[in-house]
């Protein structure tokens, strides 16, 4: 799901809540050593994305943030931004040439440059919570 969160919502905050999960608190965003990534500059969109992207030849940017069942990606359009939520259970990543985000029948590809690098740690952390929530609603028991 897609929202406009350019400006604070009652209603889209309740909405992200339901899907991904409540932001971590303070003390457990200082214990896991910070939930929001570097900004990232946008390589490249699923077609029913591109109209969240500025049209013009400037450069995109996203960035991430955890929440405790899934991820919200931050799409900034000029003055708007745009939040696409993204539960763990969703979420599919590949690491081709920078890395690539899927789920919903979208996708989103950072360009694999300084800005990228950067979040090396964080791509890792991330990672690292999906699979904590996967193996916590594991229900293939053989």
Known sequence: MILN???KNKKNKQIL?????????FFESIKMKGVGSKRMIIKDVSPNLK?????????????IELRTKGIL???NKGLETFTWAIPYYQLVIYKINGSSIHAQ????????????????????????????YD??????HI
Not at 51 to 63: E, K, P, Q, R
């Open 5 to 7: 969160s350019t400006y």
């Open 17 to 25: 809540d339901d899907i991904v999960g409540r932001a971590f608190s």
């Open 51 to 63: 109209s969240y992207l500025n049209t013009v030849s400037t450069i995109n940017y996203a960035n």
């Open 73 to 75: 990606i931050y799409i």
């Open 105 to 132: 029948g979208r996708f989103i590809h950072f360009s694999n440059n300084r800005t990228f690098k950067e979040n090396k740690r964080f791509f890792a952390k991330m990672l690292d919570e999906k699979l904590k």
């Open 135 to 140: 193996l916590a609603y594991n229900f293939n």
